[in-house]
C-alpha cells in the first residue's frame, strides 16, 4: 500500500562516546498504531527526534512517508504532527489563539481553518473551553490541545513522545480513547489513513498499540504485536477454585496430563492458550464430579515480555544500577526532573 | 484499506514566501497579543524614561542653565530624543531575550519545528519588538509639549519610522544575546552588561561634542549612535535655534572631517538591524 509511514535501516546516533541509538530497523505500515516501549534513556526519544527531524543521525537511513529526514525535513515536517514529552503550549494565549498560531506557522488554508479548529476542539472536549488562557489547564487538558494541534494541520504520522506522562490513570484512558477516535474518524485523516507512533513506559499503554517495539539500551530487542509478543514469553496462567483442590489436581494430571499446584488458594495450571482451554477443563473435570466455582485465565502481560527480553524490569531498568528500588515509575521521574 | 472517504484534509502547502510571511506575521501577532494583556509592564517601562526625563534633565538642566547665555534650549529639550532611545533600549532588549521564556516553557520548541525558516520566526519577534518599543514611546512622545518640542506631524511621523527601526535593531541585538541563554535568570545581567554601555556612549544623555579622544571612538563605534542622532536632528529641525546653539547640542557624527548625514546614519542603522538578525539566524541554527 504504497510507502510505508516510517521505515528505518541501520540508524545510529552517538552523543561524543555515548552511543544512544546502536543501530536499529523498523518498519511502521499507514494506519498503524505503533507504539516504541522501554526506560527512560532507551534511546526512544532520539529515535522519535530524529524521525521528527529534530536531530539529525550519525549514521543509517530513515524516511516519513517515504521522504527522508535528512534531505526533505521541511517536506517531512509538513506531513507530521507532533506531541512532545514536555510541555510546548503558550500560556497566556488561550487554547483557540494557540491552535490558530499553529495553523498560520504552517500556512494551513485559511478558509479550512476556523472549521478544522472547531474539529479538534470538540474531539478532545475542549470547545467549550477554547476563550480561556492555557494558564488556567488542568495537565491533562493541556495534553489534550496539544494533541489537538497536532492533528490541526491533518499530518499522515502523528508522533507522540510520552502523551500520558505525569496524568492520572483516568486521563490516560481518554488520552487513549482520541488515539482510538483517529482511526475511527475519517475525518481526522482525509484521504490518508493516519499513523500514530507513540511513545511509552507505561507497559499497560502499549497494549493499545497494532505492533510494538521494545528498546532497551540503543537497540530494538523485540518487535511484535502485543499478543505474538506475549506469546513468546510462554504459557497463560488459568487459575480455578474448586469445591475440592486435591482431587481437581489430580483429575488434571489423569485427564489433561498437567500438573498443577496451588497458589493463593487457586488451582494454577500453566497452558499455551487458556481461552481455548477452559471448555476442555470443563467437560474432563466434570467427569469427575470436580465442581469449579470461578475461572479466572490471565495473559502474559507485557511486563513480563520487557522481563524476558531484557532480563530487568522496566522500571529497575529506569532506575539504574545501584539506585532505590521498590519507587514507583512516576515518583522516579519527578525525581529526574 | 476498505473504504476511502475524502474529506477535506488540511494540506500543509510547500514553503514560498507567502508562508514564510504568514509565520513571521503570527509570531508578531503573539507579540502584540503579550503586549497588551501586559498592562503592568506597560506602566512600569514608562518609569524609567519619565524620571531621565523629568528628574535627571531638570536637575542637570538647572547645572547647565546657570553656565549659559540666552539663545539656548533646556536641557530637558536635548533630552527628548535621548529618553526615546533609552525607552527603546530597555523595551526592546526585553523583547529580544524574552525568546529565554519561550525556550523555558517550551513554546520556542512549537515554532521551531514548524515547517518554516527560524529566519521568519526571528524576524516575527524583532518586528514584534520593535513595535511594543514604538507604542510606548507613544506615550512620550505625547508629553513632547511639556519639554518644548512642538507637536508637527511630520516630525511626529519620522520620529516613530526611526524609533521603529532603533527598536527593531536592539530586539535583533537581544536575540543574538539571547540565543546561547538557557535561563532568565542568566539573561538579565547579560542584558544590563550590553545595554547600559550602549546607553550611555550613544549621545543619548549628552552631546556628542567636545568629548575626549578615547570617548568620541567609543561612540562613533557604537551602533546605537547611528540610531539616536537621526532622532535629534530631526527634533532639531523643528526647533527654532541658531547655528551656534545647534551646534553645542545636536553636533552630529563626524568621521575625521566628514559630517555624515543622517541618510548614511540611517543606512548605517538599516544595516546592523540585517547584520544582527542574520547573527541572531546563525547562532539560533546552531543551538536549537
Redesign the interface.
Same mark, same amino acid.
Not at chain 2, 476511502?4 to 514553503?15: D, F, K
Not at chain 2, 519545528?113 to 518554516?116: G, H
Given at each position: 500500500m504504497g510507502t510505508p509511514a516510517v521505515a528505518v535501516r541501520g540508524l545510529v546516533k552517538r552523543y561524543g562516546a555515548v552511543e544512544a541509538v546502536r543501530g536499529i530497523d523498523l518498519e511502521v505500515a499507514r494506519g498503524e498504531t505503533f507504539g516504541f516501549l522501554g526506560p527512560n534513556g532507551a534511546g526512544k526519544s532520539t529515535t522519535i527526534n530524529i524521525l521528527c527531524t529534530l536531530v539529525e543521525p550519525t549514521d543509517g537511513h530513515a524516511e516519513v512517508v517515504g521522504l527522508d529526514v535528512v534531505r526533505d525535513r521541511a517536506a517531512v515536517r509538513r506531513r507530521i504532527g507532533l506531541v512532545f514529552q514536555d510541555p510546548t503550549l503558550d500560556a497566556p494565549m488561550s487554547g483557540e489563539q494557540n491552535l490558530r498560531f499553529h495553523q498560520e506557522l504552517y500556512g494551513v488554508d485559511r478558509r479550512r481553518a476556523a472549521a478544522r479548529r472547531e474539529e479538534v476542539l470538540r474531539m478532545v472536549g475542549l470547545w467549550e473551553r477554547r476563550g480561556d488562557e492555557v494558564r488556567t489547564y488542568s495537565g491533562g487538558m493541556r495534553r489534550r490541545l496539544e494533541i489537538a494541534r497536532g492533528l490541526l494541520h491533518s499530518p499522515q504520522v502523528l508522533f507522540l513522545d510520552e502523551p500520558t506522562i505525569g496524568l492520572d490513570p483516568q486521563t490516560r484512558g481518554t488520552i487513549w480513547d482520541y488515539v482510538a477516535e483517529l482511526h475511527r474518524n475519517p475525518q481526522n485523516q482525509g484521504d490518508e489513513e493516519i499513523t500514530v507512533f507513540v511513545t511509552t513506559h507505561y507497559m499497560d499503554e502499549a497494549e493499545h498499540c497494532d505492533r510494538i517495539a521494545i528498546m532497551n539500551e540503543g537497540r530494538i530487542v523485540a518487535l511484535d504485536t502485543p499478543d505474538a509478543l506475549k506469546a513468546q514469553v510462554g504459557a497463560d496462567r488459568v487459575a480455578l477454585t474448586t469445591d475440592d483442590d486435591e482431587a481437581a489436581l489430580a483429575a488434571l494430571r489423569s485427564e489433561l496430563g498437567l500438573e498443577g499446584a496451588v497458589r493463593e488458594g487457586a488451582v494454577t495450571v500453566a497452558v499455551p492458550d487458556g481461552a481455548g482451554f477452559v471448555p476442555r477443563l470443563f467437560d474432563r473435570l466434570g467427569h469427575h464430579g470436580v465442581g469449579i466455582r470461578s475461572v479466572t485465565v490471565t495473559r502474559p502481560s507485557l511486563d513480563d515480555v520487557f522481563l524476558a527480553h531484557t532480563g530487568t524490569t522496566i522500571r529497575d531498568a529506569e532506575a539504574g544500577p545501584g539506585a532505590a528500588r521498590g519507587l514507583h515509575p512516576m515518583a522516579m521521574r519527578m525525581r529526574g526532573r | 484499506?476498505t473504504t476511502?472517504?475524502?474529506?477535506?484534509?488540511? +494540506?500543509?502547502?510547500?514553503?514560498s514566501l507567502?508562508?514564510e510571511a504568514?509565520?513571521a506575521?503570527?509570531?508578531w501577532?503573539?507579540e502584540m497579543? +503579550?503586549f497588551v494583556?501586559d498592562r503592568a509592564r506597560i506602566l512600569s517601562s514608562l518609569a524609567q524614561p519619565l524620571l531621565f526625563l523629568f528628574v535627571l534633565g531638570s536637575g542637570l538642566g538647572s547645572l547647565l542653565g546657570s553656565t549659559q547665555a540666552g539663545g539656548s534650549v533646556p536641557f530637558t529639550t536635548f533630552l527628548f530624543p535621548g529618553v526615546m532611545a533609552i525607552s527603546v533600549l530597555f523595551t526592546a532588549a526585553f523583547a529580544g531575550i524574552s525568546i529565554v521564556w519561550?525556550r523555558e516553557?517550551?513554546?520556542l +520548541?512549537?515554532?521551531l519545528?514548524?515547517?518554516?525558516s527560524s529566519a521568519s520566526i526571528l524576524l516575527g519577534k524583532g518586528l514584534g519588538g520593535a513595535s511594543v518599543a514604538t507604542l510606548q514611546c507613544l506615550v512620550l512622545l505625547a508629553l513632547a509639549g511639556l519639554v518644548g518640542v512642538p507637536y508637527d506631524p511630520l516630525m511626529l511621523l519620522a520620529m516613530i519610522g526611526l524609533i521603529f527601526l532603533m527598536g527593531f535593531m536592539i530586539t535583533a541585538l537581544g536575540l543574538v544575546l539571547a540565543a546561547r541563554v538557557r535561563q532568565i535568570q542568566s539573561a538579565m545581567p547579560l542584558v544590563q552588561l550590553v545595554i547600559t554601555p550602549l546607553m550611555f556612549l550613544s549621545g543619548a544623555l549628552f552631546p556628542l561634542s567636545g568629548l575626549p579622544t578615547w570617548l568620541a571612538v567609543l561612540t562613533l563605534v557604537n551602533p546605537m549612535t547611528y540610531a539616536v542622532e537621526p532622532l535629534r536632528s530631526v527634533v532639531f529641525d523643528h526647533l527654532d535655534v541658531d547655528a551656534a546653539t545647534r551646534a553645542r547640542f545636536d553636533p552630529g557624527i563626524v568621521w575625521g572631517t566628514w559630517p555624515v548625514p543622517v541618510a548614511v546614519q540611517i543606512l548605517i542603522t538599516v544595516a546592523c538591524c540585517v547584520l544582527l538578525l542574520a547573527l541572531a539566524v546563525w547562532r539560533f541554527r546552531r543551538t536549537e
Open positions: - | 484499506m476511502t472517504i475524502t474529506t477535506e484534509a488540511v +494540506r500543509v502547502p510547500t514553503s507567502a508562508t504568514r509565520a506575521l503570527v509570531v501577532e503573539r497579543i +503579550r494583556k519561550d516553557f517550551g513554546f +520548541r512549537e515554532m519545528v514548524a515547517p518554516v
